[in-house]
């Protein structure tokens, strides 16, 4: 099983949709937890973190669910300019400062 | 905000060459930077652990003879990949994190070099 995994869609919305991704880790001793952007051929770049409380920034709102073990991302009115692949992504728990990544979520919002 | 930097951005070698890539923290210190390497539509997987001023942390299954990294200095890390092979064709990207910011200060990402071995 891998330790971070997501649906890599892609996800087919049309502008001012609201969407929602999940991901799931394996192993419950995480620490940190963290939602990243990667545009194509570039690098990743820090969407939010997410927090026990669930967090919101502007049309993104971050939930984490530690029982069940999964983190989702809420992006709401979509934008063109917010296709891209979006990265769950966990620290864990040895090696605390290093970032384990899922494989994305490919989002694609339509005129 | 902080900005890490790569280079070369691309590059092309043939088969059994040796590529450097270099990471550079340009506005802040960083005794730790990762290396992590990204095949197309696949997560990044982290390579190592760059240590300022001692050996790098290797993940299981990657080589530390064919990918040596070196980081003499605060703001400098790099990446050899040696004798490369097609195989080794990928997306290398680093990162590093501000030390002021501690252990869970965001991680900032260099450009990414992408290397294709003919």
């Known amino acids: 099983r891998k330790e971070v995994e997501q649906d890599p869609g892609p996800f087919n919305v049309p502008e001012g949709a609201t969407v929602a991704f999940n991901c799931t880790y394996s192993?419950?001793?995480?620490?940190?937890f963290f939602w990243y952007r990667q545009d194509c051929r570039k690098e990743p770049k820090l969407l939010m973190s997410?927090?026990?409380s669930g967090n919101e920034d502007g049309r993104f709102t971050a939930q984490l669910n530690r029982a069940s073990q999964y983190i989702s991302l809420l992006i709401r009115d979509s934008k063109l300019s917010d296709s891209a692949t979006y990265l769950c992504?966990?620290?864990?728990?040895?090696?605390?400062?290093?970032?384990?990544f899922g494989t994305g979520t490919r989002l694609l919002v339509s005129p | 905000g902080a900005v890490v930097s790569q280079h070369p951005s691309w590059v092309i070698c043939k088969s059994g060459t040796s590529v450097k890539i270099e990471c550079r923290s340009l506005?802040?210190?960083?005794?730790?930077m990762f290396w992590y390497r990204q095949f197309p539509k696949q997560s990044l997987m982290l390579m190592a652990t760059?240590?300022?001023?001692?050996?790098?942390?290797?993940e299981q299954g990657v080589e530390k003879d064919k990918f040596l990294i070196n980081h003499a200095s605060l703001t400098l890390s790099t990446l050899t990949v040696t004798s490369a092979h097609p195989e080794d064709s990928s997306f290398y990207i680093c990162?590093?994190?501000?030390?002021?910011?501690?252990?869970?200060?965001?991680?900032?990402f260099g450009e990414g070099s992408r290397l294709t071995v003919l």
């Open positions: 192993n419950s001793a995480s620490q940190s």
């Open positions: 992504v966990v620290t864990p728990v040895t090696g605390f400062q290093k970032l384990v």
């Open positions: 760059s240590n300022e001023g001692s050996k790098a942390t290797y």
């Open positions: 506005d802040f210190q960083a005794t730790t």
């Open positions: 990162s590093a994190r501000e030390e002021s910011s501690g252990l869970t200060g965001e991680l900032f």
């Open positions: 997410v927090y026990s």
